[in-house]
């Protein structure tokens, strides 16, 4: 069984930091391109970042460019995100996704999220 498991959310001020770990099993992590979506509360799912197998030609998304990081560590078959820079407009639920950006529309290939809040 896939499972995709988050964690690292919580409550940040403007302009602090976290960094969210995603643990995988049930599937070989290590050759798969895996992504960051997030979901804010009334509107639809934006793809944020996507990193290849290998961990080399990450993506983002222009609005959190420069400011999140992905990285992945195939020995502990965990994905990160660390996002520096936070603003109120990133409150959302993130999860982490199996795939490719597209997989933004595919919500079973997702983990169960973690709640990022960014406010005063």
């Known amino acids: 069984e896939v499972q995709l498991v988050e964690s690292g959310g919580g409550l940040v001020q403007p302009g602090g930091s976290l960094r969210l770990s995603c643990t995988a099993s049930g599937f070989t992590f290590s050759i798969r391109t895996m992504s960051w979506v997030r979901q804010a509360p009334g509107k639809g799912p934006e793809w944020v970042s996507t990193i290849s197998s290998g961990g080399g030609s990450p993506t983002y998304a222009d609005s959190v460019k420069g400011r999140f990081t992905i990285s992945r560590d195939n020995a502990k078959n965990t994905l990160y995100l660390q996002m520096n820079s936070l603003k109120p407009e990133d409150t959302a639920v993130y999860y982490c996704?199996?795939?490719?950006?597209?997989?933004?529309?595919?919500?079973?290939?997702w983990g169960q999220g973690t709640q990022v809040t960014v406010s005063l």
């Open positions: 996704a199996k795939g490719s950006p597209t997989v933004v529309h595919d919500r079973d290939y």
